[in-house]
Structures are given as structure tokens and as C-alpha cells.
């Protein structure tokens, strides 16, 4: 079984650029989260989708980040425009979509992103 | 607010020493625990879960955990560890709608 997929793997820009994550969960689940992960910290969470609806998007901040999933199954995160703050690496993590919190998250490898 | 303590950022050790990471969280949260690691450039893997039952939980490398509710902790222990056991790992609690809480991490260096 395929994994969590996640592309670009890195991605170098400059400041005040768009940037864009993509990912592709396993096949099957119908819960996506997309994480931030700061140097030296743990990942924390932006927004979770339940199918194509964001359920949690709380720690998003949408003056500059927005995310999709129109058909329930990849996602894409955006930044526009990108600032110096936002290097970080971006993770992406599916579940099946379990009742309660007992459902297991699977991670992606992550997109290592450096704002210049 | 819910929170998940890792007293250690770093934690050298030689091979085949016995080694603990330890791991508290704070009591508002739900006491579904996880442990993570994290190999160098590579993405979170799920080591360990707490759900209910045991409170002591293994996974198939050797690690362990046990569920502490007086303590409020859920630290991660393995008897001997090898060189391929450095990494970072990431403890975390489930606060509630399936929000996984995560600790800063410990990075394990397994020294020859």
C-alpha cells in the first residue's frame, strides 16, 4: 500500500512569491490534515478535512495560506505571498476517518520550504 | 491550554545502553498517547499508541511505553539500542476531534 505522497520534497523561493504543496493520501482515507513544522519543534496542526470539507482550519492563517480538496481525495496548500517567516517544512498526513480520537494519522515525507 | 512536555531535546547514548524518553502531557487533554519518530528526511512514522486497556504498550523495535495517569506521563523506554535508533521522536496527545498535540521532540543520537 502507497503511502502518503507529497510534492515537491523542497522547494527554494523568494520572498513575496506564491508558492504550492501537493498531496496525495492513502487510498482510502477520507481524513487529510495539513501540518507546519518549525525548525527544532513539533509538527503543529493548519487544517484537517473530513472528505472535500475543511472541518478545522482554526490555525490557518488565510490573509496569505489557503488549501483544497475538491474531490475528497488530494489536497493542495498555498501560500501567496510567501514571507521570510514561513520557512518551514509542511506536512501532510491522511487517516481513515475513524469516529473518535482514536484514528492514527499517517504522515508524508514533507516539502522542506526556504522563503529568501 | 492542552500541552505535551518532552524534557529532553537531546539525548546522546551509546549502543546498546538502555535509553528512556520522557514524555508528559498536560490532564485536559484525552489520554489517547502516540509516539512518532522521524528518520532524517523522512516523514513522521507512528512508533507506539495508547488507547485504552494496557497501559504498558510495545511496538515490534523494541521500544515501550507506559501510560501513567498519576504522573500524567507516557515515557518511551528501550532496554538496548542500536545505531539505527537515531532520530527524532515526537510524543503527542490526542486533544480531542482527532488534533493530535505534539511535543518539541527528542533527538536520540546512538553513538558507536
Known amino acids: 500500500e502507497a503511502g502518503v505522497v507529497q510534492s515537491p520534497r523542497y522547494k527554494i523561493i523568494e520572498k513575496k512569491q506564491p508558492v504550492a504543496f501537493w498531496c496525495n493520501p492513502i487510498s482510502g482515507h477520507n481524513t487529510l490534515y495539513w501540518y507546519l513544522q518549525n525548525l527544532g519543534q513539533g509538527p503543529e496542526l493548519l487544517i484537517r478535512?473530513?472528505?472535500?470539507?475543511?472541518?478545522?482550519d482554526s490555525q490557518l492563517p488565510k490573509d496569505r495560506f489557503s488549501a483544497e480538496r475538491l474531490k475528497g481525495v488530494d489536497s493542495t496548500l498555498k501560500i501567496q505571498p510567501a514571507e521570510l517567516g514561513d520557512s518551514a517544512v509542511y506536512l501532510c498526513?491522511?487517516?481513515?476517518?475513524?469516529?473518535?480520537?482514536?484514528?492514527?494519522?499517517?504522515f508524508g515525507p514533507g516539502t522542506r520550504l526556504t522563503v529568501l | 491550554a492542552q500541552s505535551v512536555t518532552q524534557l529532553d531535546s537531546q539525548v546522546p547514548v551509546f549502543e546498546e545502553a538502555p535509553v528512556e524518553l520522557r514524555c508528559n502531557y498536560s490532564s485536559s487533554v484525552s489520554v489517547y498517547l502516540f509516539w512518532y519518530v522521524q528518520y532524517p528526511n523522512q516523514g513522521l512514522q507512528l512508533l507506539l499508541k495508547?488507547?485504552?486497556?494496557?497501559?504498558l504498550v510495545e511496538s515490534i523495535n523494541g521500544f515501550e511505553a507506559e501510560f501513567n495517569k498519576s504522573q500524567t506521563s507516557f515515557h518511551l523506554r528501550k532496554p538496548s539500542v542500536h545505531i539505527s535508533d537515531t532520530a527524532e521522536y515526537f510524543c503527542?496527545?490526542?486533544?480531542?476531534?482527532?488534533?493530535?498535540?505534539f511535543g518539541a521532540g527528542t533527538r536520540l543520537a546512538v553513538h558507536p
Open positions: 503527542a496527545a490526542s486533544g480531542g476531534y482527532n488534533k493530535l498535540i
Open positions: 495508547y488507547l485504552s486497556g494496557s497501559t
Open positions: 498526513a491522511s487517516s481513515r476517518g475513524l469516529a473518535g480520537d482514536a484514528d492514527t494519522q499517517y
Open positions: 478535512y473530513e472528505n472535500e470539507e475543511a472541518v478545522d
